[in-house]
């Protein structure tokens, strides 16, 4: 392919999933057809197609970008190591998780889209990677950093739902710092 044509489909493709971003987080998966997308796109169904195969594929794809940038503004806030950097990257995990729109893709729809396990190994692999490699490297962890990560992730992306619902964000982000402190030994 010419690098001009290289160039023009990936245009395209980042246009097509920039609007399909936007109808996710407005109308959610099933509120989302690939007609309106690629209307608002400026492009066929057809090229929808082309790029992304299906609905599903495409809402994968919108998926693994807001996934990416949840884990870089947890990273960007964690930066360094120790106690500091967990409780820092996991207030931005909430904080992140719950911007506009985020929420609907990342907690309401990418679970049901996906089904429960892609989703969960999706979010491992991004954000959920960083959380367990922090864990690690406190040296005084009151309990294996496994079983830590179990419970800071499930506190997080359910208080990140609960507030993507329309819950009160301070006392929940006050709650799970102190759920963090409790996780030091003495």
């Known amino acids: 392919m010419p690098r001009r044509s290289r160039e023009d489909s990936a245009a395209t493709e980042r246009t097509i999933r920039e609007v399909a971003r936007s109808q996710f987080a407005e109308l959610g998966y099933a509120g989302t057809g690939l007609d309106l997308?690629?209307?608002?796109?400026g492009?066929?169904?057809g090229a929808v197609y082309h790029h992304f195969g299906s609905?599903?594929?495409l809402f994968e794809a919108v998926l693994v970008d807001e996934q990416r940038s949840v884990a870089r503004a947890v990273a960007e806030a964690a930066h360094g190591s120790g106690w500091a950097a967990l409780e820092a990257g996991s207030l931005?995990?909430?904080r992140a998780s719950t911007a506009p729109g985020v929420g609907r893709i990342v907690l309401l729809d990418g679970p049901s889209v996906l089904g429960w396990e892609a989703w969960r190994n999706r979010d491992r692999e991004t954000s959920g990677q960083?959380?367990?490699d922090g864990l690690r490297e406190l040296p005084d962890l009151a309990v294996p950093a496994e079983a830590a990560d179990?419970?800071?992730n499930g506190a997080m992306n359910d208080a990140a739902l609960w507030?993507?619902?329309g819950g009160d964000a301070a006392p929940v982000e006050a709650g799970l710092l102190l759920m963090i402190r409790a996780l030091r030994r003495a």
């Open 163 to 165: 507030i993507a619902r």
């Open 130 to 132: 960083l959380l367990i």
């Open 43 to 45: 492009v066929t169904r």
């Open 37 to 41: 997308v690629a209307t608002a796109a």
């Open 150 to 152: 179990v419970l800071l």
């Open 92 to 94: 931005a995990f909430v």
């Open 55 to 57: 609905k599903q594929g």
